[in-house]
T-cell receptor, first 113, second 112 residues
Framework: GQQVMQIPQYQHVQEGEDFTTYCNSS?????IQWYKQRPGGHPVFLIQ?????EVKKQKRLTFQFGEAKKNSSLHITATQTTDVGTYFC?????????????FGSGTQLTVLP | NAGVTQTPKFRVLKTGQSMTLLCAQD?????MYWYRQDPGMGLRLIHY???????AKGEVPDGYNVSRLKKQNFLLGLESAAPSQTSVYFC???????????FGPGTRLTVT
């Protein structure tokens, strides 16, 4: 089963409010990736974090990787309607002799104008 | 560069029918993947390939087969479709295994 958990599943915010989604893994990750999927679209890679405690920013988006490399967060400041979509975290998890990218179930963000 | 393309975009099958989904990428990536996406379940890996002629099972491989005869193409087959296979199917490719993945536009499959 899935070993990458993501909360919340849904989030509705007023435009201009902040938004945060959290990702937790049952195992230590070598990296964490974040993807965005617009309604009706396909997942698009946003960023990858590799180092313990790493923080990266992309305009209004701030991504953090936990010290233990088992959790991560994505924070959006002052949401806009263009932020609408589902945000997924994903981490490489070993399954048998293979390593697979395991996705969280996603957080669906709705921004109310 | 077209990136990752998928055909068809939509398909309706009756239970027991078969079909093949085609994925093509023009980025010279070694690694290719097939995922299915169901509401509330995120993306689940069906099969993947680490190079031409090699494939491996993912998290939910039952009922599907794949082939990678050419580096740029990855085919997903359903031999006998079941309603439980109603889903959106995404193909993806990457330069390194389990690193940044590029997704195709998806195929919406309905099995009645």
């Amino acid at each position: 089963g899935q070993q990458v958990m993501q909360i919340p599943q849904y989030q509705h915010v007023q435009e201009g409010e902040d938004f945060t989604t959290y990702c937790n893994s049952s195992t230590t990750l070598s990296n964490i990736q974040w993807y965005k999927q617009r309604p009706g679209g396909h997942p698009v890679f946003l960023i990858q974090l590799v180092k313990s405690g790493e923080v990266k920013k992309q305009k209004r988006l701030t991504f953090q990787f936990g010290e233990a490399k088992k959790n991560s967060s994505l924070h959006i400041t002052a949401t806009q309607t263009t932020d609408v979509g589902t945000y997924f975290c994903a981490g490489p998890i070993s399954s048998g002799s293979a390593r697979q990218l395991t996705f969280g179930s996603g957080t669906q963000l709705t921004v109310l104008p | 560069n077209a990136g990752v393309t998928q055909t068809p975009k939509f398909r309706v099958l009756k239970t027991g029918q078969s079909m093949t989904l085609l994925c093509a990428q023009d980025m010279n990536h070694e690694y290719m993947y097939w995922y299915r996406q169901d509401p509330g379940m995120g993306l689940r890996l069906i099969h993947y390939s680490v190079g031409e002629g090699t494939t491996a099972k993912g998290e939910v491989p039952d009922g599907y087969n794949v082939s990678r005869l050419k580096k740029q193409n990855f085919l997903l087959g359903l031999e006998s479709a079941a309603p439980s296979q109603t889903s959106v199917y995404f193909c993806a490719s990457s330069y390194l295994l389990a690193y940044e993945q590029y997704f195709g536009p998806g195929t919406r499959l309905t099995v009645t």
